[in-house]
């Protein structure tokens, strides 16, 4: 049975379990008990077509995980009244609405599947899915049906919602976006308009035409002209005026020059009846680049709103403490100092503070890169953001949440953010010789007619301006950067910066986090060696018994083994380790000092590693080590890298000498193990200074600052809010693998490039001196002009093949 | 051909109408979703349509 993929979600189904339902009429097999409920449920509502429709498979697994009960109990919370203020618009007629952010979207099916569902339940008033942003408006009568309802019912067909509030940047993102449509809208209607009138023109120029119908056509191009200039060409205008004043010359210079004078030479024609005016061309020309700049930025704010989206889509809770200490849900941002929260075992903390009650151990990883956590007694500080492991704690809030730690490695962040090296434009270099030789070349041009034929010679230094206007130039690096960005997101790569694709280009040296990054940042179990008359099967069987009551990070790398049916009255000590009796023996598994019976010496078998001791009162049983494992593909990915020469470093947090380790099995250039986020800076900085270019590559809170110094950076799946924030790109799956792809077709992006510029040139270099002659009219070089510039769109569309 | 002097004004007129439509649907956020209304033909509608005041609708008849 395993060649067989489950129905629903395209995992493998395996030969323990087959979950068959009814769908079209044949009994399909799903892969768990979660594929099959959600798909018995998507057969029950009567929505069976979504299977024929859809074009894609949900992301596996996540159905399963969503419907466990835990999950739907703790949607109850959503139901909170204080919880629900900063989300939840109350409307006028008495209902309630929410935007909800829905994870597994893929296809068009998903949504129709999920609007009909949703109508279908009992009190929803409305519910429309934006698919492009993957976001709900969904309002409902709260008297007949409640908010964690809604989320069930979405769950029930294998989605995943979560309350949003759209944050400013979005806000940003699509005023942008209307703006730019409005602009080509605009240009669009005008330029067809005047191209008509531009065709009676030419016709007229051929055949005769009277010229009070010449003069009234005229008038009638410059009144349409005037806004497509003025209105749709403003950012070109604009742009132009900021290089100028920066003093670098980028591709809005020529382009707004040769509008300008395009422009106002048309309009001085039309007033003083002088032989050619270039409407025509200004519309077409803006309309084009308009088109080329909107298909880039829409490219780039889909991986923008997606990160955003990403990062902003968790909302912290915390359960505050009233004064007969119930807990009571609240957002975290409204946490003042001197409130009292109660941390569960596996919830994130929510603020500054210091420990009231209870003992426990704190997982620090997302500030300082070691996994393993750290002790906590009763008046310790804690961070917020740190994640308590193991068991409940009352924590008395300390700081504002503007204040807090977590604030200020976001002030760090901004800071690093806005010292980053600036990456140069390829096309720009370009462009800023290129104006520069076509301004020289027109003065030139001018000159030269003024003496020979004086009264022609403002004509065809117009006539170069328009014949070398630059639009093929221009389109030739967003089109193919465009192309290249929609193929990365493909690929699960999200360019979340215009210039992550440039800057991937120049990169010489690679730098890795450690954990989380070239390691899973889980612990599994390496090696197990028995004490003499020790069996290991027999101490894995009771090291699982006892470690199943432990959510501690290496207690974890026991789960999942057979455990041993009779051990009893386990407890957990603190990040020390667990004990247990079997019959009359006291079981103990932890650290050495902790495990081990007093008088008894422990030397582990080996002297590195993570080694963790398993015995009862008497002595000594057995020897554990776990480590945190590589990912499968980071080998081949550092074998790739250096052989296409590029230097690789590991950086890490951890202070074990793991980090040692797994450098010397990769065979990466340098390592720098027990580095704080300062010290990785700072590395990264001395590097810099070197002049090479970093690429880093991270996941946690304390990557967020070096992330953003570095040259080009990306946060893998699954990296914590401010990493994603602060990188350039996401990695979207599981594995580094896509890395070497990505590479690549930077690589084969910047070929498209080459060759786009080259031919706008050529063109260029064969157009420039015949316009200076005075042989080519305006008619042939607007035809010249688009068709160049096609050639350039259809040659950077090769990317996306 | 002196009839343009009056058909040329005519479709400027239209012209400014087309481009008030136009900003009228992209203010209204008709362009906000373009991957979905591509593909919403494909699928048939075989729930009752919902009542009008049921279901009031800021983002036109989506049902």
């Not at chain 1, 969904?138 to 989320?151: A, K, M, N, R």
């Not at chain 1, 191209?195 to 055949?207: N, P, Q």
Request: with cysteine.
């Amino acid at each position: 049975m395993a060649d067989e993929s489950c129905f629903h979600c395209g995992l493998p189904v395996t030969s323990e379990g087959n979950y068959p339902v009814t769908i079209l009429g044949q009994a399909r097999p799903m892969c768990c008990p979660g594929c099959q409920s959600v798909a018995q449920t998507i057969v029950d509502i009567g929505m069976e077509s979504y299977y024929q429709h859809r074009q894609q498979c949900p992301p596996g697994s996540s159905p399963a995980a969503e419907l466990v009960p835990d999950f739907l109990e703790s949607l109850n919370s959503w139901d909170d009244p204080g919880l629900q203020e900063s989300f939840v618009h109350s409307l006028p007629q008495g209902s309630k609405e929410i935007t909800l952010l829905i994870s597994g979207i893929t296809c068009a099916a998903c949504v129709w599947l999920l609007e009909k569902h949703l109508r279908d339940q009992a009190g929803i008033a409305q519910c429309h899915i934006n698919m492009s942003s993957n976001l709900a408006l969904v309002s409902w009568d709260p008297e007949q049906t409640s908010l964690s309802t809604i989320i069930k019912a979405i769950a029930h067909v294998g989605y995943k919602a979560e309350p949003y509030t759209p944050v400013q940047q979005e806000a940003i993102i699509k005023r942008e976006n209307k703006q730019a449509l409005l602009r080509i809208g605009v240009a669009g209607l005008g330029a067809m308009q005047v191209m008509t009138y531009a065709v009676s023109l030419y016709m007229g120029a051929f055949e005769g035409i009277e010229p009070a119908h010449q003069q009234f056509l005229r008038w009638v191009s410059a009144l349409v002209t005037t806004p497509v200039f003025f209105y749709a060409g403003l950012p070109f205008l604009q742009g132009a005026l900021r290089s100028l004043r920066n003093r670098h010359l980028s591709m809005d210079v020529p382009v707004a020059i040769a509008l300008t004078f395009a422009y106002f030479s048309s309009v001085w024609a039309t007033i003083s009846n002088g032989p050619e005016v270039y409407f025509d061309s200004v519309c077409m020309f803006v309309f084009f680049l308009l088109v080329g700049r909107y298909l880039e930025l829409r490219a780039r704010h889909r991986s923008q709103s997606t990160s955003i989206r990403l990062s902003h889509s968790q909302l912290q809770t915390a359960r505050k403490l009233d004064h007969e200490d119930n807990p009571l849900l609240v957002p975290a941002d409204k946490l003042v100092p001197g409130d009292r929260v109660l941390v569960k075992a596996g919830e994130i903390i929510p603020g500054d503070g210091r420990i009231l009650q209870g003992t426990g151990s704190v997982n620090e990883s997302m500030l300082t890169g070691e996994q393993l956590p750290i002790s906590k007694q009763v008046g310790d500080l804690v961070t917020g953001g740190t994640l308590n492991v193991e068991q409940p704690i009352t924590v008395e809030i300390s700081t504002l949440p503007g204040e807090s730690t977590l604030s200020t490695l976001k002030r760090l962040l901004q800071r690093a953010e806005a010292e980053k090296p600036a990456t140069f434009v390829l096309a720009d270099r370009i462009a800023s010789k290129f104006v520069l030789a076509v301004l020289i070349t027109s003065i030139c041009v001018y000159t030269y007619w003024w003496f020979h034929a004086p009264e022609d010679a403002f004509w065809i230094m117009l006539s170069v301006l328009v014949v070398t206007c630059p639009c093929a130039l221009s389109l030739a690096t967003p089109t193919a950067i465009t192309a290249a960005t929609a193929r990365l997101s493909q690929m699960g790569f999200l360019a979340t910066r215009a210039h992550t694709i440039e800057g991937l280009r120049h990169i010489t040296d690679v730098v890795f986090d450690k954990t989380g990054t070239l390691t899973l940042g889980e612990f599994k179990l390496a090696e197990t060696v028995p004490m003499p008359g020790e069996h290991s099967d027999t101490l894995l069987t009771l090291a699982t018994a006892l470690e199943q009551i432990s959510e501690h990070p290496i207690a974890r790398a026991f789960h999942g083994f057979k455990a041993h049916p009779h051990v009893k009255d386990r407890q957990i000590a603190a990040n020390q380790g667990v004990e247990g009796r079997l019959a009359e023996r006291t079981l103990r598994i932890g650290k050495p000092e902790y495990a081990t019976p007093a008088g008894v010496t422990a030397t582990p078998p080996a002297p590195c590693g993570q080694w963790i001791v398993l015995a009862d009162q008497n002595r000594i049983l057995g020897w554990f080590r776990v480590e945190d494992q590589l990912r499968a593909d980071a080998d081949t990915l550092v074998q790739h890298l250096q052989a296409s020469g590029k230097r690789c470093h590991v950086l890490s947090g951890d202070s074990s000498g793991h980090a040692e380790e797994v450098a010397s099995h990769l065979g990466v250039d340098a390592v720098v193990g027990n580095a704080t986020p300062q010290d990785k800076l700072t590395y990264i900085r001395s590097l810099q200074d070197n002049g090479a270019k970093v690429l880093m590559l991270g996941d946690g809170l304390n990557d967020a600052p070096v992330l953003a110094g570095a040259d080009v950076s990306i946060a893998v799946a699954g990296a914590s809010d401010l990493a994603q924030v602060a990188a350039d790109g996401i990695l979207l799956s599981q594995s580094l693998q896509p890395l070497q792809g990505i590479l690549q077709l930077v690589e084969q992006t910047y070929r498209i490039i080459r060759q786009n510029l080259a031919w706008a040139l050529l063109y260029n270099l064969i157009a420039l001196p015949m316009a200076a002659a005075g042989f080519i009219p305006p008619w042939a070089s607007a035809l010249g002009m688009s068709a160049s510039s096609l050639l350039v769109v259809l040659n950077a569309l090769r990317l996306n093949r | 051909m002196d009839i343009i002097f009056l058909l040329i004004p005519l479709a400027l007129v239209l012209l400014v109408v087309a481009v008030a439509a136009f900003f009228w649907a992209v203010r209204s956020d008709q362009f906000d979703d373009l991957d979905r209304e591509a593909s919403r033909i494909l699928f048939e509608e075989d729930s009752p349509p919902p009542s009008a005041d049921a279901r009031p609708s800021k983002h036109g008849p989506k049902a």
